[in-house]
């Protein structure tokens, strides 16, 4: 193939790529596994369309699981190896296969240019997206942790041969922000191995990420909407919200958040109304949905119902989240919020037993927030 013509295979790969990160952020996956496959066959020496294609398995998986919230990442970051459920074969084929694939194909390239830094962010990528494979789907958080040290060298690299490739930047500021949480003792020997922390700092280097252009830019987005709601900056995560639901209008899972981070900033009315326009909007959404995703939109439009003393419908709200398929710490949430309104209806014993059922719950599923919540709530009501 002439040099002009693998340049113009190599171009219409990456369209091809952009149209299937569209597709997928949209909730289209089967469309955007086509159009990986697409960018595959065009462009099969790149190792991008295999880590794309990797990505989207993984990604997958968590939909299928239900960890589709913000709120699952916001407490306590495990510094162990966690038991997860045991993925879809399937699923968990396709990842293996193109994620070994793409790390094979970028260590080639890394080793043919070493200073390259598209070679280096190829890279830092494939072994990125494996570490998080391994963090989130097998609960591998040790191995995970050292895999990632390898991504964050390899993309310090990127940035040492060009400061302007602010993509790096993504896979950098995440592990700076997460070894800035860590206790002193870790943070030590994070140091160590070589990671560095600085929370500021991972901060605005995911901020940089998310504003250049970049086949990994809404991966950005959606990391600083997650790093925004824990730094407790909801103005900023409102923003970030406002931007990828105009971006993908078709993700439902955007408008869910929308209206849960306008909860988290005690913004009661305004999640209720998102809340309320997302049920409505997607309701003949005929796509597969995640696992306990309906119980989710209804116990938070509860939530919100609960803090703003309209307890008929949050009743009805609460009632319906209780009758779908949920994981663990949904319910424990669900038993909160019955608790509340239990009280603010004055039946003292019935929101006793609701708070002790989260308080069970909340153990069993480590929602270390719920149990810490409701706890006071059994010596003091809830008003």
């Known amino acids: 193939m002439a040099a002009s013509d693998a340049n113009a295979a190599a171009d219409d790969a990456r369209t091809l790529r952009m149209r299937g990160y569209d597709a997928a952020y949209n909730l289209d996956y089967p469309q955007a596994v086509a159009l990986y496959d697409q960018a595959i066959a065009l462009d099969p020496s790149n190792p991008a369309g295999y880590r794309a294609r990797a990505a989207a398995a993984w990604l997958h998986i968590i939909f299928r699981r239900g960890s589709i919230t913000v709120d699952q990442y916001l407490g306590a970051i495990h510094r162990g190896d966690v038991t997860l459920p045991t993925p879809p074969k399937d699923e968990a084929d396709i990842f293996a296969a193109n994620s070994a694939k793409a790390l094979q194909l970028a260590e080639q390239r890394a080793t043919a240019n070493p200073n390259s830094p598209q070679a280096q962010y190829d890279l830092g990528a494939a072994v990125g997206v494996m570490a998080s494979y391994g963090a989130t789907v097998e609960g591998k958080m040790l191995e995970s942790f050292r895999e990632a040290h390898r991504a964050f060298d390899a993309h310090e690299r990127v940035l040492s041969l060009d400061p302007s490739r602010k993509d790096a930047g ?179 014993n019935d929101a006793l037993a609701a708070y002790r059922d989260a308080i069970k719950l909340g153990d069993a599923s480590q929602d270390e927030d719920t149990v810490a919540a409701a706890r006071p709530l059994l010596k003091t009501p809830y008003r």
Not at 251 to 270: D, K, M, P
Not at 316 to 336: F, Y
């Open 170 to 348: 993504l896979i950098i500021g995440t592990y700076r922000y997460l070894v800035s949480t860590l206790s002193l003792p870790m943070r030590w020997m994070a140091y160590l191995v070589g990671f560095g922390g600085d929370r500021a700092l991972g901060v605005r280097m995911v901020e940089e990420a998310a504003r250049y252009p970049s086949e990994n830019q809404t991966d950005a987005r959606v990391a600083l909407l997650l790093l925004y709601n824990r730094e407790g900056q909801f103005a900023s995560a409102q923003a970030m919200c406002r931007t990828l639901v105009a971006q993908f209008p078709r993700n439902r899972l955007f408008v869910l958040e929308a209206g849960a981070t306008a909860l988290r900033a005690s913004q009661f009315s305004e999640g209720e109304r998102l809340l309320t326009e997302g049920i409505t909007r997607f309701a003949d959404d005929k796509r597969p949905r995640a696992f306990g995703e309906l119980g989710l939109w209804y116990y938070k439009r509860g939530m919100a119902r609960v803090a703003q003393h309209k307890l008929a419908d949050a009743k009805a709200d609460l009632d319906r989240a209780r009758s779908e398929q949920a994981l663990g710490w949904v319910k424990s949430r669900i038993a909160l919020e019955t608790g509340k309104l239990a009280d603010l209806e004055n039946r003292r």
